[in-house]
């Protein structure tokens, strides 16, 4: 599994990294960038999701991996590292490692929760091509003060998908969105809106994966 590192200190590193997705969950839409250890070349994520998964994965998880997105030797290295199970069906999955265009229909039906457990819900862990400031898609909602704006590429899908969210609250779907090294999140709670006249596709900042 040399090919995949994990921390050079698994506790704290975890830890660190744990705090810095909570820290983008409370201020959804706000840019974070990881300190994350390398993946190999031939890669379908980046390092910040790669953390992610190591920070969040553990034997009591469930996770489902998107077609495509296991390049690399990817299930051996969460196997090996993280200990998480893997599973074919995307409704009994704690986290869902997908890229916008899973979302397009026919999309993957997720967990959503329900009125009384909106805790018991799949989190997205979303690979994008570009994730940076900009105009395309307006936040709102708590851990807002206004308005916050992001330019995800081409994430219509996802977009509608999370906007859905909306009219399910509580239920619904949290994402946390990378870029190579870079994340935000979009808990279930946000507002989401596009400009339609400003989306379009930019490279993304950071190291693509």
């Not at 706000?30 to 300190?35: D, G, I, N, P, S």
């Not at 996770?63 to 590292?81: K, R, V």
């Not at 993957?108 to 690979?127: I, N, Q």
């Not at 308005?147 to 946390?176: Q, S, V, W, Y």
């Amino acid at each position: 599994m040399m090919r995949w590192p994990a921390f050079s200190d698994p506790v704290h590193d975890g830890q660190r990294h744990f705090r810095r997705v909570l820290a983008a969950m409370a201020e959804p839409g706000t840019l974070h960038v990881a300190a994350a250890p390398a993946v190999p070349e031939d890669a379908a994520i980046g390092p910040a999701l790669w953390a992610t998964l190591l920070s969040l994965c553990d034997l009591d998880t469930r996770l489902w991996i998107a077609p495509g997105l296991e390049a690399g030797g990817l299930t051996g290295a969460l196997s090996f590292h993280t200990g998480c199970r893997l599973t074919a069906a995307p409704e009994d999955a704690d986290f869902a490692l997908v890229t916008p265009g899973t979302l397009a229909e026919p999309a993957p039906l997720f967990a959503e929760g329900s009125d009384a457990y909106p805790d018991r819900s799949t989190t997205l862990l979303v690979v994008l091509e570009a994730l940076a400031e900009g105009d395309a898609w307006r936040l709102a909602g708590p851990g807002i003060p206004d308005t916050r704006g992001l330019d995800l590429g081409e994430a219509g899908p996802l977009m509608t998908r999370l906007a859905a969210n909306r009219a399910r609250f509580p239920r619904g779907l949290d994402a946390i969105l990378t870029c190579g090294e870079r994340l935000a999140a979009m808990p279930r709670s946000t507002r989401i809106e596009a400009n339609v006249a400003d989306i379009r596709q930019e490279e993304c900042p950071c190291t693509s994966q």
